[in-house]
């Protein structure tokens, strides 16, 4: 069996953040899959590029620069230079094809990064870059939000395993190679996430390590500052996992953690932990497919939205936006609906506004209208979820006292994630005080 650990990008920022990384994974018994994310830092200088606000690579990847340095092998980092300054020529593109593989170039250094520490330290390891034939994970789709091919993606794995030498594999995160065209694709937002837990999948791994710079997922991210080790969530099941991720908390989002259903769905039981990078065996939240210990909440969350409200010929949307793979949650009837994106940056409307248009532009009375200025905030736990024929009677008490709590703030909407959550829409410069009235209600003092 194998094991697949992510490294977050502020969990691989430094040259001592990975040095105690593998200090604590050196010693795993079974060969290990290493998947790395890019520092945000050189994520922002990518987008600085593309927006003209910067030169080229000796600025966009300027700490990998000081970090190779230091470094006795440097023949990895020397090529993937050389191919960067051709991405970055006067004559570069912005098809989406090029920014796509300029995008996932921080990954790309921050994995060969990785692997010539491993190799410093005496650790056997291989480093599969994206143009390798045998890179494991396949995709098809757009260029900038493409999907993992799982079944391509097993036999690839299946493949490499067999012959491969190496104790330890070290991959990119964030993308993949399209099972047709061999082009560079993203995996879109969380997208080395989404590429770790498809490799668990594609590797029919025993164990994934998600390695964050916070102690697992905190009961109330937003007080992290405030939180102790007792506000980790020790377990959550995968019906929390997708109704979290939609609020907003440090998780994979939905699109995600559709390697680990599918696995999960083959019956494999794999261990499943979000944990600090610093002390990976210590306080952590464990991923399951079903948490049999009731609590009815055991978090709180909150994330600021793009809210449309459109009224007419709706038909296809809901289709159309799963093709996308645009993040979403809406309430619909057959004239109208109320539809949730989360905003994660400038481009989230322009895209989303791009998808509607092509879709409903055309139909004769369709308006569609938006705001920008509401967060969506709520509590997940599976003491919620209905039992038998008594359809989510659990729920009636929490959302009273939810009711309650929230009696000062004005709630725009009352809109809940899933089943096992209750969720509400209100002003952005009410989200934090919402918050933490939920978990002053829920959560303070447990």
Same mark, same amino acid.
């Given at each position: 069996m194998t094991q697949i650990v992510k490294i977050g990008g502020k969990s691989g920022a430094t040259l001592?953040?990975?040095?105690?990384?593998?200090?604590?994974?050196r010693h795993f018994d079974e060969p290990t899959v290493v998947v790395v994310s890019a520092n945000g830092g050189a994520t922002d200088r990518i987008q600085g590029f593309l927006e003209g606000k910067t030169i080229g690579p000796e600025q966009i990847f300027q700490e990998f620069e000081m970090m190779y340095k230091s470094l006795e092998t440097r023949h990895t980092r020397n090529g993937h230079l050389t191919h960067l300054r051709d991405l970055t020529y006067d004559e570069f593109?912005?098809?989406? @094809?090029?920014?796509?593989?300029?995008?996932?170039? !921080?990954?790309?250094?921050?994995?060969?990064?990785?692997?010539?520490?491993?190799?410093?330290?005496?650790?056997?390891?291989?480093?599969?870059?994206?143009?390798?034939?045998g890179f494991p994970v396949?995709?098809?789709?757009?260029?900038?939000n493409a999907r993992i091919d799982y079944d391509a993606s097993r036999e690839a794995a299946s493949a490499f395993m067999k012959k491969n030498g190496s104790r330890f594999i070290v991959l990119?995160?964030? =993308? +993949?190679?399209?099972?047709?065209?061999?082009?560079?694709?993203?995996? +879109?937002? !969380? =997208?080395?996430?989404?590429?770790?837990? !498809?490799?668990?999948?594609?590797?029919?791994?025993?164990?994934l390590w998600m390695l964050t710079d916070v102690p697992g997922i905190l009961r109330y991210a937003g007080l992290k500052d405030r939180a102790g080790e007792d506000?980790?969530? =020790?377990?959550l099941g995968m019906d929390e996992i997708e109704d979290a991720a939609s609020l907003g908390v440090k998780l994979p989002g939905r699109k995600a953690v559709e390697?680990?259903?599918?696995y999960f769905g083959e019956g494999a039981s794999p261990q499943i932990y979000i944990t600090m990078d610093a002390d990976i065996s210590g306080p952590r939240t464990a991923i399951v497919r079903k948490d =049999? @210990?009731?609590?009815?909440?055991?978090?709180? !969350?909150?994330?600021?939205?793009?809210?449309? @409200?459109? @009224? +007419?010929?709706?038909?296809?949307?809901?289709?159309?936006?799963?093709?996308?793979?645009?993040?979403?949650?809406a309430q619909m009837s057959n004239t109208w609906t109320r539809l949730m994106i989360p905003e994660y940056d400038g481009d989230s409307r322009s895209y989303v506004d791009g998808v509607l248009s092509r879709l409903l532009g055309a139909r004769p009375g369709t308006k569609v209208e938006y705001y920008t200025d509401l967060a969506w905030v709520g509590v997940v736990g599976n003491g919620m979820e209905s039992n038998g024929s008594v359809y989510r009677q659990e729920a009636m008490g929490i959302a009273a006292r939810a009711a309650s709590a929230l009696s000062s703030i004005d709630i725009v909407y009352q809109m809940d994630p899933g089943e096992v959550s209750l969720g509400y829409v209100v002003h952005r410069k009410d989200s934090r005080a919402a918050q933490e009235a939920l978990y002053n209600e829920f959560l303070n003092g447990r």
């Open positions: 001592e953040k990975n040095q105690r990384i593998i200090e604590q994974i593109e912005r098809a989406p @094809k090029d920014t796509a593989a300029l995008h996932m170039s !921080g990954e790309r250094l921050a994995a060969a990064l990785f692997d010539a520490m491993l190799d410093e330290n005496g650790v056997s390891s291989e480093f599969v870059d994206f143009v390798d034939e396949k995709v098809s789709g757009d260029d900038h990119p995160g964030y =993308g +993949g190679l399209d099972v047709k065209s061999r082009k560079f694709k993203t995996l +879109g937002r !969380g =997208g080395s996430d989404t590429s770790a837990m !498809g490799n668990m999948y594609a590797f029919s791994a025993s164990g506000d980790v969530v =020790g377990c390697g680990i259903e599918k =049999g @210990k009731k609590e009815p909440v055991k978090l709180v !969350g909150g994330r600021n939205i793009i809210f449309y @409200k459109i @009224k +007419g010929d709706i038909r296809g949307l809901h289709n159309v936006l799963m093709k996308k793979y645009v993040e979403h949650t």
